[in-house]
Every structure is written in structure tokens, then in C-alpha cells.
């Protein structure tokens, strides 16, 4: 009597000590478990004269009854408390992403492409796109070079097999190759589709793939410009040079760019002009900003512009007695190195997944004219 009196004692004791739902465990199974004291001492109830067992089963059914009760009230509480603990520790913010974290990133030339867009939407442009496979007549004569014009010739244009050779001569390789079908050069045929769908007065910019067959540290086969379009009436170099020079400095988020106008030639403006812009380096980096001819400093060519032809009007049908305007084009991968530092343009189309890990940007670092064009998170 006395022994279950104090074995029990004991057992609850244990029970309101185990800090642990292992160690309740322990204890459970030494006194309910199969060979635990309570269930032997049970049996051998059996083995008793009904006058025996009368006097000894009370006293063993409410140790039972005390340690049973004892056992599931401290589950209850160790289980209860390991939950706290658990909700403690482990506090989900329900704004972030599902879990995994995505390890993809926006690619810095995307990024440039939403800069671009942001900040010229500000000053009223739309954005215009064009095929990427494009004719002969888009890509070169509406935009006054004819089939004799030299300056086809500097485009290293990639050509599409003539339909007509290819499908009647199998060796591939020996195709005569059609002057007609093409992957565009520049952006520029997209000034022509939206001179003719549109009408004037314009002001788009087209941003996207050109293809030229050349390859090196600074020149990939594809690579990406925008173009820039305004036809209205007297418009003028003046607008032209504040208009880049409005985009540059918001693009570069610094006020002091200084842009260079260099007479130069392209077919489709005149005059022409080639966009030069001051930079110094620093630490080996090119730093835009400053005027290029002061100490430290130098020019770089940043892209192409000038007024609109009047023979591209006239191709386009729009009245250039009426109507005039300017054109520039720019390459975006340019000036995403310059803006982000990357130094070859080839790793900008190999794939690398630590490059896009080390250059790509958050999918919600979207820029926006508020929060910065360019800010990292
Ligand atoms: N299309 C020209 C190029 O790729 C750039 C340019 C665009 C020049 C518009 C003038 C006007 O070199």
C-alpha cells in the first residue's frame, strides 16, 4: 500500500518534471507501458482471492487513474509549449514569395528597357515596336538607301536565304542568298512602320533586337538599340539635344551630362549629328558626366541622330513641306555597361548564371520616376 502510495508520488513527480516530451515518454512507459510498474502490479491482481484484490485494487486503479491523468495533462502542456516555441521562431512574412527564394533576375538590358521607357513616357513618347525580320525596303530603301547606297554596306546585314533558290536546291550552303527578307540592322524601319501607320505628328521611341554580322569585345551579332522618332511642326536640333540631354540625365540620374553634337553622315537625317557624351575615369571605370574637354576628361560616341530626311518623309508619306522632325539611335547595351560597369559585351548574352546573379535585378526593383530609374534594392 505504502510502496504504490510513494511510487506514485514519486511517478508524478517525474511526470510534473520532465521537461521533455522524450522524457515523459520515458516515464510513461516505467509506469503504464506493458512492463511498467502500474501494468504488472495490475496483474497480479488476477492471481488474488476476490477478498485480497477487493483491498488492493483501489489503490493501484487510482495510481493508474493519477498517472494517466498526470501523463496527458503534461503532454498536452509540453506540446502546447513547442508550438509556442515554434510559432516564435518561425514568423512568415506573407508578402515575400513562395518559398524557394527565385534565383532568377531581371537582365540588366530588360532593366534598361524599362529605364528607357519610364523616362521617355514622362517626356510623352510612346513605345513602338517593328518585326526583327524585316524587308529590304523597311530596313534600307524607305530609309533613303537604295540597292547602290555604300552605306549598306556597312551593316554586315544577315540575309535569308531567297525562298525561291532554297526550296529548289538542297545543299544548304550553296543557296543563293535573297537580297529581299533580312534581320534588321537598327531600329530604324520602325520609324518608317510608324510613319505609315500613324501619321504625323509622332513621338515614339522602339526599343529592341538588331542583328549584324560582327563579333568581338564590344560587338555581338544581336544587340539592342532604341530608336527615338518626333515629327511635329518647327521642330529643330534644339529640341533634339534637350530631349537627349533630358533623357541622360535622368538615365544617369546626374545633372551634370554634357552632350557633343559631331556633324556626321547617316542617309536617312540631315543634318546628322553623332551624340558624344563627357566621361572621366575613375578607378578604372568610365564615369559619365563633365565636359569631355576638360581635365581627365574624354568624349565617348553614344549613338546616332539628326533631322529627318525629307526623302524618309516623302517614303513614309508624310509632307515634309508641312511636317519635320529628328531621329537618334542609341545602343542600349552601351549604355548599360556604362550605367552598371560591366566591361564585355559578350557576357551580357553568354547565360552565365552568376553573371545574371551579380548584374540582374530584383523582379520588384521596377523603375519608376518617383523611386529612381536606376536604384538597387
Ligand atoms: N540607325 C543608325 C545606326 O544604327 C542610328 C541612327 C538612328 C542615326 C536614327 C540617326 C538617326 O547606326
Sequence with gaps: MTDITSQTEAALAAIAAAASLDTLEA???????????????????????????????????????????????????????????????????LTLPALPLPKGSVHPVSQVMDELAEIFADLGFAVATGPEIEDDWHNFTALNMDETHPARAMHDTFYFPD???????????????????????????????????????????????????????????????????????????????????????????????????????????????????????????RVVGGHGDAPGHAWMEIGGSGMVNARVLEFAGIDPAAWQGFAFGLGIDRIAMLKYGMNDLRAFFDGDPRW???????????PTLSAGVGARA
Excluded at 169 to 189: F, M, W, Y
Excluded at 231 to 260: P, Q, S, Y
Excluded at 356 to 366: R, V
Design 356 to 366: 545574371l546573379a551579380h548584374y540582374g535585378f530584383s523582379p520588384f526593383d521596377q
Design 27 to 93: 516515464e510513461r512507459l516505467e509506469t503504464l507501458g506493458k512492463k511498467g510498474w502500474v501494468s504488472l502490479a495490475l496483474k497480479t491482481l488476477g492471481g488474488m482471492s476476490p477478498d485480497e484484490r477487493t483491498a488492493a485494487a483501489p489503490a493501484i486503479q487510482s495510481a493508474r487513474a493519477a498517472i494517466a491523468e498526470a501523463l496527458d495533462a503534461k503532454k498536452a502542456a509540453l506540446e502546447a509549449a513547442a508550438l509556442e516555441e515554434q510559432l516564435a521562431r518561425e514568423t512568415i512574412d
Design 163 to 285: 525562298k525561291t533558290t532554297a526550296s529548289s536546291n538542297e545543299a544548304v550552303g550553296q543557296q543563293e542568298i535573297g537580297k529581299d527578307i533580312l534581320l534588321r540592322t537598327h531600329t530604324s524601319p520602325v520609324q518608317i512602320r510608324s510613319m505609315l501607320d500613324q501619321g504625323a505628328p509622332i513621338r515614339i521611341i522602339a526599343p529592341g533586337r538588331v542583328y549584324r554580322s560582327d563579333s568581338d569585345a564590344t560587338h555581338t551579332p544581336m544587340f539592342h538599340q532604341v530608336e527615338g522618332l518626333v515629327i511635329d511642326k518647327d521642330i529643330h536640333l534644339g529640341h533634339l539635344k534637350w530631349t537627349l540631354e533630358t533623357f541622360f540625365k535622368a538615365f544617369f540620374e546626374r545633372e551634370d551630362i554634357v552632350l557633343r553634337l559631331r556633324p556626321s553622315y547617316f542617309p536617312f537625317t540631315e543634318p546628322s549629328v553623332e551624340v558624344d557624351v563627357g566621361y572621366s575615369n575613375e578607378g578604372g571605370r
